[in-house]
């Protein structure tokens, strides 16, 4: 459990990191808010029509008693509703990062500045990091609906399903998200997606203690939009972890100059915690 303090450490270091910027904070909503009135538009179409939607999809209950019916399609009415917001929690992650995409990698390099060091550029024109971020979030959305599916189907199980599986469903989608907001950093390394998976197995407890509360808190749509650039902080100082990059020269100077860091004598950037290897 304590690799999974770690994980939650880093996110509480990236919203501290955020707070101490501001002009990077103010950038980073900008995507959130974007992404945040497309899902609301698409999340409210589904919640008018949810219930229309599964009576549509299951005309064999038509002939049941009145009770058993409305009880049947008020549970899978729920079950929908559920399955779309948690596809949501893990999508909305992607997307966001899509579209601001030049936003954060600017914000992940100036946390890598911050700590001093060798700050990574992939050296890619803009088109094809978009190409190569749709591509690998789409495998991602896709290893999400399988095991949404799975949980889903899980969910019909009684007692399980209603203690255990949203457990689980929290978990991956907690997992998932901490590999979407990574791969800012990573990309910028040339780690592939199997590569980053990889990584964030061989650190699984951190990985959770980093996404599954982002997870719980992105249920809540407003506070995934100013959580979001605080996250992208977090994972890119986890990222220094997970790669043994902790340890750089100190702040630059025109970091200081331009008020992204405080002067010589002050706080120095994000207080690194301390770590050890999770073989588990």
């Given at each position: 459990m304590r690799d999974f303090g770690v994980g939650f450490g880093y996110l509480v270091q990236g919203q501290k990191w955020v707070a101490r910027h501001g002009r990077r904070f103010g950038f980073g909503l900008l995507p959130g808010l974007l992404t945040l009135v497309l899902y609301l538009a698409a999340t409210g179409a589904l919640a008018l029509n949810a219930t229309e939607l599964t009576a549509w999809a299951t005309p064999f209950a038509d002939d049941w008693s009145e009770l058993w019916r409305?009880?049947?399609?008020?549970a899978m009415t729920a079950l929908l509703i559920g399955?779309?917001?948690?596809?949501?929690?893990?999508t909305f992650t992607a997307v966001t990062l899509l579209i601001g995409q030049p936003f954060y990698e600017k914000l992940s390099e100036d946390v890598d500045r911050s700590e001093g060091g060798e700050v990574p550029e992939s050296g890619l024109p803009l088109w094809r990091e978009l190409w190569i971020s749709g591509r690998d979030s789409l495998r991602i959305v896709l290893r999400v609906a399988f095991y949404s599916v799975l949980l889903f189907a899980c969910g019909f199980i009684p007692v399980v399903g209603q203690t255990v599986v949203p457990v689980l469903g929290f978990c991956v989608s907690g997992f998932f998200l901490a590999e979407e907001l990574t791969a800012v950093a990573l990309q910028r390394r040339g780690v592939e997606l199997r590569e980053r998976l990889a990584l964030l197995r061989g650190r699984r407890t951190a990985t959770l203690g980093f996404g599954v509360p982002l997870a719980v808190a992105f249920v809540v749509p407003f506070v995934a939009v100013f959580l979001m650039p605080g996250a992208v902080a977090g994972a890119t100082l986890m990222v220094r972890d997970l790669r043994g990059e902790n340890g750089g020269t100190e702040p630059e100077e025109d970091d200081q100059r331009d008020g992204n860091l405080s002067a010589p004598g002050g706080d120095q950037g994000v207080h690194r915690i301390p770590l050890r290897k999770d073989h588990s």
């Open positions: 409305d009880i049947f399609r008020n399955f779309s917001l948690f596809l949501a929690v893990v």
